[in-house]
């Protein structure tokens, strides 16, 4: 017991006597927090749109006319060709394009099925899978409108049991995200089908981030960034650095025991990784204005077995590196892989089967799942209760293999 | 009794035959020194005998423990400095004997009055809150060796403690030795300085992971037909 605190103790004179770790642990988790949540942001502002009105009719001049209202729309006029529109496309003058095709009024009032063609610039797929929702919006509240007004009145009956069905997006990834896989060309072409003459409204409820608020999603995000790269990296630079310096020939000759010495590495990281988090949830709190639905404990019980995750994986990789710039190699592969597995910032729902496999060996992507609950939903333990035990029994495997890879090494 | 007794000890890495079944024994109390050209075999030598390294054949007795089966009891009983300066740049003088003192178990208020001795002794009582990093290397090494001999070991393994530091150091260094040769201390040094090797009690000079040569220096001198151990070596390498 002696022997551990007393390593604690040196781990601690250590880090807090080195500028360099300081800062790391200090200054870069700050910055994170400060410039990310402003600059991952999807959110979408002002979409240009035109239009090529082959009908010139009453009807598509009012759709025209009802993009105008919309805050989020700016127009950019009548074109007369695709060729044109495709040129200012090009050049990013506008980011859609509606096409009414000739006899679109005529065949409205025959009740015959027609067209309107949306193009959208989809280089940023998941803008234009979003802003094709839009248009749909706008044109199926003008639909709408129009069918009530021209519907016969022994329609209307039937037509009422469907009125109100509501599509309740759980969350922003499942319901916007799905649209974006389906579209990734450059400029494809998705086709309405005016309601016509059903009545049907959809109204989006987006629970759990009812604003669709981006930071909701990236600020979590950064806080699982920020306990990865407090437990993996740091860790790993540790151990490799008494290698390279030799300090840990003096430690091997004496009578400790190996896990002793790493217990007394890992403590001290593991008290500093709670902080960290802490730290970051007072952020999160203050400046984001994002509070934990959930329970407290439990998120910070869930934090320190995914800490242990991290800090195993880092003595790890240290115990079979044979320098830093080794150790460091390695731990921004994993990290790279892990982050864009994991659905930080990317959902996960688009995915291919085989990264959904990768991913089961994944920490991250379980702990993402885990914060997303607990801090956006609120979940009770229950519905965490499948990563918990994953998380655990990766702590319980990588940390085992630290211990014996640390053993190997010092043969 | 001999303190140390290697037994046909053997390291290979690969192809290589670092160490080729060494066999000699050193007997308590006694300064045995290790000399050979860069590359003979020595530090692999000494890594294998303080449990750092494992023996590819043959063993070795430390202390009456076997080096293959009891390497925790011989861990408690020698003390080591290897050639790279090894205690932690970044702690104090005073922490880095309380760290090493506290793994070895030294009862804590034993532990305060045995560090405060020895860096009186080292004339470095005034340095015990310096990081050691900024002390000279010269202290440094001193402090290397006070602290592998803190916890009272009956064999010290010394790796080249003196290489780098200037001639006066270097004597001082070796009277720490005598002293603590005086009380009981088995020492095992390697070394490339030859006068160095005269503080000897006895040298044995390894070439090629064997030991070519064993003796008292006066001994090997005679052999040889020279006057000093620099001239016995030379002779030898020679040869």
Redesign the interface.
């Known amino acids: 017991m ?2 551990i605190l ?2 604690i103790k ?1 781990e601690f ?2 880090v807090f ?2 500028p360099l770790l300081l800062s790391i642990l200090v200054v870069a988790p700050m910055v994170e927090f400060m410039i990310f949540p402003f600059c991952a942001d999807y959110e979408i502002k002002v979409l240009n749109i035109a239009f090529i009105d082959n009908d010139r009719s009453q009807i598509s001049k009012d759709i025209i006319h009802s993009f105008n209202s919309s805050e989020i729309f700016v127009s950019k006029g009548l074109l007369t060709s695709k060729k044109d529109a495709d040129e200012k496309m090009k050049h990013d003058k506008i980011d859609l394009l509606v096409e009414f095709p000739s006899h679109f009024e005529e065949a409205l009032y025959k009740n015959e099925p027609t067209v309107i063609a949306v193009t959208a610039n989809a280089i940023n797929s998941v803008k234009a899978g979003i802003s094709t929702g839009y248009v749909q919006e706008i044109i199926g509240g003008y639909m709408q409108d129009f069918a009530a007004a021209h519907t016969p009145s022994n329609m209307s009956a039937a037509m009422a049991q469907q009125a109100s069905m509501q599509s309740n997006n759980a969350s922003f990834s499942q319901g916007e995200e799905r649209r974006r896989s389906n579209s990734t060309t450059v400029m494809p072409e998705q086709t309405i089908t005016p309601p016509m003459p059903i009545h049907i409204s959809i109204s989006n409820i987006y629970w759990y981030n009812e604003q669709m608020n981006y930071k909701n999603l990236i600020v979590p995000g950064i806080l699982v960034i920020l306990v990865t790269l407090i437990g993996c990296y740091v860790t790993a630079l540790n151990l490799v650095r008494e290698k390279e ?3 840990i ?8 025991r190996r896990w002793q010495f790493l217990l007394g590495k890992m403590i001290p990281f593991w008290l500093l990784g709670m902080a960290e988090f802490g730290a970051g949830l007072i952020i999160m709190k203050f400046v984001f204005g994002i509070s934990v639905q959930g329970s407290l404990p439990l998120l910070l019980g869930i934090t320190a077995i995914y800490l242990l995750v991290m800090l195993g994986l880092g003595f790890f990789i240290s115990s079979v590196s044979e320098n830093q710039l080794q150790s460091m190699f390695i731990v921004l592969f994993l990290f790279i892989v892990f982050v864009l597995l994991s659905g930080v910032f990317t959902p996960t729902e688009g995915m291919p089967g085989w990264a959904h496999k990768i991913n089961y060996l994944n920490p991250m992507s379980f702990y993402i799942e885990v914060i997303k609950k607990i801090i956006l939903k609120g979940s009770e333990f229950e519905s965490v209760m499948k990563e918990t035990i994953v998380l655990s029994v990766m702590a319980v495997i990588i940390n085992t293999g630290a211990v014996l890879s640390y053993r190997e090494a ?2 | 009794m001999y303190s140390i007794e290697a037994n046909q000890l053997t390291k290979k890495f690969g192809d290589f035959t670092a160490v080729d079944h060494i066999c000699f024994e050193v007997r308590e109390g006694e300064i045995f020194g290790f000399l050979g050209a860069n590359g003979a075999g020595k530090t692999t030598a000494i890594k294998m005998m303080s449990g750092l390294l494992l023996p590819t054949s043959g063993t070795a007795t430390i202390a009456g423990y076997d080096i293959l089966t009891q390497s925790k009891l011989i861990k408690r009983n020698i003390g080591y400095m290897s050639q790279k300066f090894s205690l932690y740049g970044d702690l104090t003088v005073f922490e880095n004997m309380q760290l090493f003192g506290t793994i070895y178990k030294i009862p804590r208020k034993e532990l305060k009055e045995r560090i405060m001795d020895s860096l009186r002794e080292l004339e470095m009582d005034a340095q015990a809150n310096t990081l050691v990093d900024s002390i000279p290397l010269g202290w440094k090494q001193k402090l290397a060796f006070a602290t592998a001999i803190l916890h009272r070991p009956k064999i010290v393994f010394l790796d080249e403690p003196t290489s780098g530091v200037d001639p006066i150091v270097r004597r001082e260094f070796w009277k720490l030795i005598y002293q603590a040769a005086s009380k009981g201390v088995t020492i095992l040094v390697t070394t490339h300085y030859m006068d160095e090797a005269e503080y000897c009690n006895r040298i044995s000079i390894m070439a090629e992971g064997q030991i070519k040569l064993i003796g008292t220096p006066e001994e090997l001198k005679m052999q040889m037909g020279v006057d000093t151990i620099n001239d016995v070596f030379v002779k030898f390498v020679k040869r």
């Open positions: 002696r022997t007393i390593l040196k004179l250590q006597r080195n310096i030799g300090t020939e003096q430690v091997n000759v004496t009578p400790i010092s043969k």
